[in-house]
């Protein structure tokens, strides 16, 4: 069943360490066929050189296991929830990447100091809250999903222009229109956490890029106006 999409969850599965995102085995990769409400996921627990494209789970949208020798990832209620909620996702990648994970660890959004960041986030990479005793002790993995859900909606933020979240003590999601996407901008979002990071030891009293910078930036590469890059490549 889905071998094609098991296929390509495999291959950007094994994209997490080759990008030292992961270590050991924290970290998964999804990415959902919306004709049939399945989504593929990496298996809870196995090692990434273990890993074969038959190894992906087959879930539904209600997180019953469909197809697969394993367990799926923990995190797969998290999942989701996130395309329940959001029909753009078309996939979703969860890591404990160590810099984007310090800002989430501290409580922090990241802040949009240049132009690297600008050019793929729209505004912060948001710090949502710690979920409390009662979320914890409950669905735990289904709240995260939620509280991310609830954060955006209340604060109407845009899954396409933010495609990224920290929650605060755990670590970092971001998504795409697939899970090679997802992937690109987990590592975008890696990047530019070192990067925030080591420009407010450098300057303290950092103050965000300007806003006419950030626009700039953001929509030459997204939007009706968007003219960075070559047309079909």
Known sequence: ML????????????LLP??????????NVSEIDRESGLFAIKPSGVD?????????????????KVEGK??????????????????????????????ATSWAQAGRSIPCYGTTHADYIYGEVPCVRCLNKEEIDGAYEKNTGLLIVDDFRANKRDVSAVPA????????FTWGKDGHEAVHNAVVVE??????????????????????????????KHGANAYYGQIGI
């Open 3 to 14: 071998e094609e999409l098991k296929k390509r969850v495999y291959e950007a599965n094994i």
């Open 18 to 27: 080759k990008y030292q995102l992961v270590t050991f085995t924290w970290g």
């Open 48 to 64: 990434y050189d273990r890993l074969t494209p038959d190894d992906m789970v087959i879930v539904d949208l209600d997180g019953n």
């Open 70 to 99: 394993y367990n799926p990832s923990s995190d797969t209620p998290t999942h989701v929830e996130l395309y329940k909620a959001f029909k753009e996702l078309g996939g979703i990648v969860h890591t404990h990447s160590s810099y």
């Open 165 to 172: 979240v920290l929650c605060k003590n755990h670590g970092v």
């Open 191 to 220: 990047e530019v956490a070192k990067m925030a990071f080591r420009t407010e030891l450098i300057n303290p009293q950092v103050a965000p890029a300007p806003q006419e910078l950030q626009d700039k930036h953001y929509f030459r």
